[in-house]
């Protein structure tokens, strides 16, 4: 059966039924007599599947989009799977979300379907940020938990992030058994959406209390933050919920000159100031460098809509601003923190990152004496990680290269509250050391190699949008390029088969990660490419590094600048293959 066919018989299936409301049934009729089929078929060719980062689409009508049904599916089939296995079992959930339009009504939604089918639900009464609800599923004792929200997506979308027991995003096999649960349904008639009132209490401010406790516990540098409590730090929460957590946090550590973006502070899901509320956009950052050029700030924070990525921005040696990568932000962080370990931490202790963050930072790590471990991408795989380790070695940090970082074990996602903390921390720190966070930047590069990487995002939306994605990969895994940029590709990692083959020695050996749709490329002069669809959003990632040896500050411009040139030469061609 055809996309289109498909998405008809669908369509058709909702219009039959007795739970979908009339103003959903209209819009389904419109879009079946639309003499283009394509908004039909975007909307009901396919179900909403859990990714990297849960259930996330465009809200409207259609299985494929989010909406009362999906979601309430979505829940149904999460009840159904906790019942399942946990019988005998007072089961309780934890709910969060944050400032998109109809996030608050979804999580409504989401606690009575729990409450309905006799599940606990302690519910935030206000928007909070994603991380409060990874560690309230702990604190409070949860099976489970759901976020609602769609990150840092432009505003058509909304999502439904799941969490297991351990505070962590729903990892295989719950993932998919979740799903299967969800197919198994049958109808929305056998959703239960009528609540049990009794079953729903609201969170209190203890648990968020208890959170702020913990990031103070773990924060270095605290003589520095006393002494430097003054400088200027600019934030934005770019309209998400960050406002209610970011401030009272630096506030707690005792930062005093903390300047808000007040244009971008009142949480609104229509992000009236920005294109899209992305912290790794430089458009998205505007308001924020303005006004850290009017205060003189020592730093820039800004953090996505649910507050678990942070953009940074930081003066370079000229006084003028400009925003570090996720690579160069998570580098520096870490650095900080591993040089402020003691050595039995050190021994003891272990980081981690994924597969597509720059390797400088395992490099640094390797210099320590700090064991690094890879992980897939998606912070689920290092919250996996980390239950694997328990009681053999200490958790200290770990980040990925799209602004999301995690320090110390109590959140089990990516967290960018206690972030903002270890950069203000951070920036104190240099501050009061005499130097800038870009004299620190340099000089890791000097000590360790210029790592420089680069993103090129290419978007594909839709059905065609999909199937051109899988085309594109296809071609890279069974006729791989011989050379990038005039490079020798040396190796070649296929994630999928998880084999890993040296084109030298004609060689392979078994990747030990599960299997994932990445494929990794190492040039001769140890470049490497990583390509991978995104599992949240219609695109395909193509994934830049290349490094160097930086002899001295001085050299700092030059060799960026050889860097830089590198980097276009490989994208140019990657967009030609």
Known sequence: MDLLAQSIARAHTWLNSSVVDTDSKDSIKKLLSDTDPKKLIDSFYKELEFGTGGLRGIMGIGSNCMNKYTLGAATQGLANYLKKSLPNKEIKVAIAYDCRNNSALFAQIAADVFSANGIFVHIFPELRPTPLLSFAIRHLHCDSGVVITASHNPKEYNGYKAYWSDGAQLVSPHDKNVIKEVNAIGGFENINFLPNASKISR?????????????????????????????????????????????????RLGFTNLVIVEEQAAPDGNFPTVKSPNPEEQSAMELALKKANAVNAELVMATDPDTDRVGIGIKDKSGNYFLLNGNQAFSLMMWFIMKNLTDAEKKNGYIAKTIVTTELVDTIASNMGIECFNTLTGFKFIAELMGQMEGKKTFVAAGEESYGYMVGDFVRDKDAVSACAFFAALAASAKDEGHTLYDWLVQMYVDYGFYKEGLVNLVRKGAEGEQEIKRMMEKFRNSPPVQIAGKNIVRMLDYKTRIEKNMVSNSEIAIPLPKSDVIQFYLDDGSKISVRPSGTEPKIKFYISVHTPLNSPNEFDSVNKRLNTLIEEIQKELLTQ
């Open 203 to 251: 969170i209190g401010k203890e648990v968020e209390d208890s959170y702020y406790e913990n990031v103070t516990r773990l924060i270095p540098a605290k003589e520095s933050i006393k002494r430097q409590h003054s400088i200027p730090l600019v934030y934005s929460s770019l309209h998400g919920s960050g406002i209610t957590m970011v401030p009272e946090c630096l506030s």
